[in-house]
């Protein structure tokens, strides 16, 4: 059955950088890109862009350019989402879902960035 | 960018009543192939969303036939013919139509 699986919580200090994994089985993980989302405390979802695990081509949102950084590595079938000089505002949980339907979703990711 | 619009934002429900949740696009879903890139999904409490309905009204693997949707364009709804508890959560409207893919503000369901 299709799974995508994510790394478990993490806490970090204002500055720092984060790398949440997301790894995928039960399908062909060429045949369907992943997509980010987030969703901020108490919030609703947001699109944060999405992976191509073809190619390893990534397409951001706005707003999720330039410190956000989507990356693939298919030989142990795992998208990342790397999240550097954080800041407190990105404190949320972070979801891969598989495109473009989001008919699958990991269960969360939940960073929370505080001094 | 594509602005998704819900209504209402809660609504309460006697169980074994229906409910229904609107979603308005900004603009048109629908794509030169006749396909409509429209999704309703559920968040229960503590969760990650689940897809509910893709494509404007079929339905994913295993949601019961209670829940349906319908509309074209712009406009589209989500039925629930019988509420149950089980249904309590947020629904999202979403749109892949266009980049960047949008999301609806959340209709929060309770149980009366």
């Known amino acids: 059955q299709v799974q995508l699986v994510q790394s478990g919580s993490e806490l970090k200090k204002p500055g720092a950088s984060v790398k949440v994994s997301c790894k995928a089985s039960?399908?062909?993980?060429?045949?369907?890109?992943l997509a980010w989302v987030r969703q901020a405390p108490g919030q609703g979802l947001e699109w944060m862009g999405w992976?191509?695990?073809?190619?390893?081509?990534?397409t951001y949102a706005q707003g999720f350019t330039g410190r956000f950084v989507f990356s693939l590595d298919t030989s142990v079938r795992t998208a990342f989402l790397q999240i550097n000089s954080l800041k407190a505002e990105d404190t949320g949980v972070y979801y891969c879902?598989?495109?473009?339907?989001?008919?699958?979703w990991g269960q969360g990711t939940l960073v929370t960035v505080s001094s | 960018d594509i602005v998704l619009t819900q209504t209402p934002l809660s609504v309460s429900v006697t169980p074994g009543q229906p409910a229904s949740i609107s979603c308005k696009s900004s603009q048109s879903l629908l794509d030169i192939n006749g396909k409509t890139f429209f999704y309703w999904y559920l968040q229960k409490p503590g969760q990650p969303p689940q897809l509910l309905i893709y494509?404007?009204?079929n339905r994913f693997s295993g949601v019961p036939d209670r829940i349906s949707g319908s509309g074209s364009g712009t406009d589209f709804t989500l039925k629930i013919s019988r509420v149950e508890a089980e249904d309590v959560g947020i629904y999202y409207c979403m749109q892949s139509f266009q980049s960047p893919f949008t999301f609806g503000p959340g209709t929060k369901v309770d149980i009366k």
């Open positions: 879902a598989r495109f473009r339907r989001l008919d699958y």
């Open positions: 992976i191509n695990t073809a190619t390893g081509n990534p």
């Open positions: 494509e404007v009204s």
């Open positions: 039960g399908y062909t993980l060429s045949s369907y890109a």
